[in-house]
């Protein structure tokens, strides 16, 4: 999820700025005077010197015992139309909040799931919103009117081009419980949405952009700006905000004022936990901070890691579009399932696992976002591509720079979606197809671009449209026009058909040959069961999917069959083997089958010796399992399986792994049946139940027993956190 703005201003209006003195600030809030804010000669100086056409100077008040957030701000608007203005407007996205029906459908299902959690919580905690209290300028109300997440008001005189007005606004927020990108959940509150933002005026169309935020995607339309925060809070927070960060103790025991600076900055939101630890590294004049929960052991080690990872791929990305303009990068971490969020100047993130995973780039592309979104801010309404699709080819384009095969490129390659609206969509008319829109066949479009034009080139398109649109609002009109100045025509009228036709391809010649496609595949399968074995801690050794992934991972495979059975049995065995090694001759793996007892007696002592070893068959007639019986009942052992009990039960059928007897290195996994062979109503079940063993997106099995019916009746298995989410 992603985006962000900016606006050039004349040299004029920058001498109004850095002249402008703010008006004071009134006492509000229950009785609870807002914090004095510091003198502006000690706030630290920021880094984006540039001053915006709009300066916001806010006070707020925590109350943490109830949850609301009581706040006063003064805002100078600068008119930079040619059009004389009668009211400004303001976003009060925080309203999204005041029925189920406003709010983002991304949050419902989590919510859902906190109250299913917390039966006694009542249904209104997850509601809130925005209480306007007055709005003055000079002291003098002003009529005004907050509707449909809107609030319009009324200037006393005409605001002509080129003049300024400054207004003060006084709210209550009352935040929500749950997840939502305002919210607060056990012990962090997320803080987006949470004041009046002035609205972006459209002057082609002589009107205020009133949207209310998307039920279904994201409705984020700023002008960048200067934001001088102060926020008083209680003493054990830690709090996280863009710019400059400075604090000082509060008159009030037990409270003190964060503080802030942060000058032609997009949007301004914060995130603040009693539990928050900071881990801080500055290089090169780059300060990223993580504020992150210490629940774990080792979660330091996973956090440096993180950080690493961040001034990596801001590296890459100062190299191929431009240097991020800003002194410091924050991430916050949260309890937001299955998204991220991008903010000016700082992502949040959901809680680290007890590893980084390789393969996991949600990260880069909420960092990529800091130019596309953040600097180069779009209307994500209207045109949500311009950030989503940019951000996420930037993600694979740090990927595959890095020299990772499934990531990189080939993913983008790979991708066979179908959508039939165009890229260039609103979120209105893609509905629930959003990522398939913006996210797959936007990064195709533009990875068609790259291959068109060849990398030198493309790069410096980039840097070119980087450097037009900082600080600004960019269009698919003026990516168009920047693609036509830098690049041609030819290679304009080519973005400019895979944007706006519908069920946007790939080109055959931008696509995987088909022996490039095999190898992908191969490696994709390969490193999916790596980081499923490799990420969920306590799974044993013995897991039937491990002996898979051992095979992915260059270690040599064996299958020996039963030989001396009749031919009903021969055919299942046949027919089992050629189940489950279907998939994986499809991506290219060939194992050893042996059928016949005089070439097992050959292999025995050598290959067999060093080989991963899955064994079809009734243990009586398999020549393997009578040569090592001894050390498979002893290796049984180790996983609380009696093998001789098992292997003696009337109709029994199952499977078990155990460490191969005479190679703790490598695996023995025996498929078996007691009968002479399955009945016919057990030979579907029992393929199933096996292909599902070996799955990685499966819970990871080191025996089963099924009864006459094939119904799993006896089972020895590590859950899987995933295997819930890929069975939906």
Known sequence: MNKHIFTSISKKVMTYSLTFTLAACPIIGAGHALAAPLAVSQQSIDAAEVHTPIQYRIQARLDEKNMHIQGSQTVTYRNTSKDTLKELVFHTFADANRTKATQPDQFRHTNEEIQKENPKLKPDMFLGGIDMKKVTENGQSLTYKNKSQALTVHLKQELKPGEAVTLQLDFDVKIPYGSQRLSYYKDIINGAHWFPVVAVYDEAKHQWNKTPYSTTFETDYYTSSDFEVHFNVPDKYQVLMPGTITT?????????????????????????????KVESVTRDGLTIEYYYFDNAPGKKKVIDQYIDKAFKAIQFFNEKYGKYPYPEFRIAESYVEGVAVEFS????????????????????????????????????????????????????????????????????????????????????????????????????????????????????????YVKRYAHKNATIAGLLQTIEDTLGRPARDEMDKALHEPNFALKPEYQMTEAEQKEYTREMIKRMYHNALSQIPGIPYETMSRIIGKVYAGEPLTVVLSDKVGAKAKKQQEEFWNQIGGALSFSGITPTVVTERQVLKKKMTKELAGS???????????????????????KSKDIGWDWKKMMNKKDGAGAYIIKHPYNQNRLLLHFYWNSDALTDEMVEPFGVQAVTALSFSSNYYQYYEMDRSGKVITERKTTNPWSKFFEE
């Open 248 to 276: 000082q103790q509060d008159k009030e025991p037990g409270r003190k004022i964060v503080s802030t600076v942060a000058n032609n900055t997009r949007e301004f939101v914060f995130f603040a936990s009693p539990s928050y």
């Open 345 to 464: 100047r700082l992502i949040q993130m959901g809680l680290a696992g007890s590893k980084v995973n390789p393969d996991d780039y949600v990260f880069e592309h909420e960092i990529a976002h800091q130019w596309f979104h953040s600097l180069i801010g779009n209307n994500s309404e209207t045109e949500s591509f311009l950030d989503e699709g940019f951000a996420d080819f930037s993600m694979v384009y740090f990927a595959d720079k890095q020299g990772d095969l499934v990531n990189g490129f080939k993913s983008i390659q790979d991708d066979k979606s179908t959508a039939k609206k165009p890229i260039a969509s609103t979120n209105k008319e893609v509905g629930d197809d959003a990522h398939t829109v913006y996210y797959n066949k936007g990064r195709q479009a533009i990875y068609q671009l790259y291959r068109l034009v060849g990398e030198e080139k493309f790069d410096s398109f980039m840097k070119e």
């Open 612 to 634: 991963n070893i899955i064994v079809i068959g009734n243990s009586k007639t398999n020549g393997l399992i009578q040569a090592l019986k001894p050390g498979i009942i002893q």
